[in-house]
């Protein structure tokens, strides 16, 4: 089991940054793809951005250019770096597996983006 804590949220102004990190426990992170996922209370969760064991990346839709997703295997360790933020970004934000098959969710840190 692969166990995560994300943290580093908290309320930004429209224009600003953030930067998300997942501390993750398990000898078996190295070989995942690990992703930042989101949600808004009555909406689905959506995928952020996803990186592969070699470091390889994906973003959606506009997250490209704006977000920047890296990660450290020496430290299990993922982040989201954010630029540019804008009020619909708000958002409880998730780091889990790609596909997201781990068997828990944990807590997310919330990112609120209002002036």
């Known amino acids: 089991q692969v166990q995560r804590v994300e943290s580093g949220g908290g309320l930004v102004q429209p224009g600003g940054s953030l930067r998300l990190s997942c501390a993750a426990s398990?000898?078996?992170?190295?070989?995942?793809?690990m992703a930042w996922y989101r949600q808004v209370p009555g909406k689905e969760r959506d995928l952020v951005a996803a990186?592969?064991?070699?470091?390889?990346?994906y973003y959606a839709g506009a997250m490209k250019g704006r977000f920047t997703i890296s990660r450290d295997n020496a430290e299990n360790t993922v982040y989201l770096q954010m630029n540019s933020l804008h009020p619909d970004a708000t958002a409880v934000y998730y780091c889990?597996?790609?596909?997201?098959?781990?068997?828990?969710w944990g807590q997310g840190t919330p990112v609120t983006v209002s002036s």
């Open positions: 398990g000898s078996i992170f190295k070989s995942l793809r």
């Open positions: 889990h597996a790609l596909p997201p098959l781990l068997t828990y």
């Open positions: 990186i592969t064991q070699g470091g390889s990346t």
